[in-house]
């Protein structure tokens, strides 16, 4: 749930109030820190604070999902469904770019991934339809896929999810598995140390 | 000192490892923090990430040092400045913009202030040239002030930029007092809570 955000009073001005109101409203900024950081974007070299919001604009120019498998990139495909060294016939199953990220700083997943860019959460509003199953269905089907790894989130929504899908590809001849829980139920992947996360891809088993 | 700036290496490419460079040479943000900043900006509504940089773009094109006391400002003249019913005669002394803000949010100081840009540190091969010291001693010359509060850090550079001031002001017919010692030596004014630097102010002591 975004932060509320407060209606702009700041002693320099409203734009400074504006500043400091968007910067409260990113995750794990608090008003006191949102306070330094906007009179650090005040204090710097105006083409530091220039070249700051140009990183913002660029990025969002640039970065676009990858057609093949929903990863973020700034190019055509991104890095990973180019790399001619990954195992093709593997994908592992992830609800953001950000779990991607997580799992391949562990450095022992050979495979290809596929982002959901969500889960299922009916209190939220979130449907298989706004997941990318569509394109998932049809790349297990005509890519020769033989082994789907889950890895949703460890918890309700997270597990649902997964099974959900695996009634979606159990027409298939795909191997199901899932990650080995040696991450805790009730946890958030994204905050998952190195260690737990390797184990967890070690130990994967069937779904 | 600025925290040394990473190479770009981002698995997104090279605009994202820029921008999660330019988020973790921010004040207090290390590099998992950036990482999570960078995630977010591009997770939000794209309209909500240009805000943001717009919203920098507009703070550097608005703000600027109020002519009379340079406090930070969008206007001709500062808030404070402009306020009537402040006490003309006294003028208390800061390093810093957010120096004021903190003894400003006391809301127990009557009078103006005079933003000095920093303070004497020739380590930092900041000289007494680098300040706004011509400003100050003509404002106390030609306004008839009455009484100058030292507000500089409780520091060793802190404590002489108020020496240097106090000999600058001396042919002067100006009271100077500095705030009393309620704030521990050695610590940062920008940090001490609103109860001490209150205390600070009502036993403002003649120096």
């Not at 860019?117 to 939220?124: F, H, Q």
């Amino acid at each position: 749930m975004p932060k509320p955000v407060e209606p702009a009073h700041h002693p320099y001005g409203p734009k400074v109030g504006a500043l400091v109101e968007r910067l409260a409203s990113l995750p794990g900024i608090g008003g006191k820190t949102a306070e330094r950081l906007a009179q650090h974007l005040l204090d710097c070299p105006k083409t530091e604070a220039l070249a700051f919001a140009r990183a913002i604009t660029d990025v969002r120019a640039a970065v676009h999902p990858c057609p093949e498998c929903f990863n973020l990139t700034e190019n055509d495909l991104c890095d990973i469904c180019r790399d001619p060294r990954r195992e093709k016939h593997l994908v592992c199953i992830v609800e953001q770019p950000r779990d991607l990220l997580s799992l391949e700083a562990t450095g022992i997943f050979p495979g290809l991934y596929h982002v959901l860019g969500g889960r299922i959460s009916p209190l939220n509003g979130v449907g298989p339809d706004d997941l990318n199953l569509d394109a998932l269905v049809k790349r297990v089907r005509d890519r020769g896929i033989q082994e789907v790894v889950m890895a949703t989130n460890p918890n309700l929504e997270g597990d649902g999810t997964a099974l959900y899908i695996t009634n979606l590809l159990a027409e298939q001849p795909v191997k199901i598995t899932r990650l080995a829980r040696g991450i805790a139920t009730g946890s958030v992947l994204e905050f998952a140390n190195r260690e737990m996360l390797a184990d967890a891809l070690r130990g994967r088993q069937a779904f």
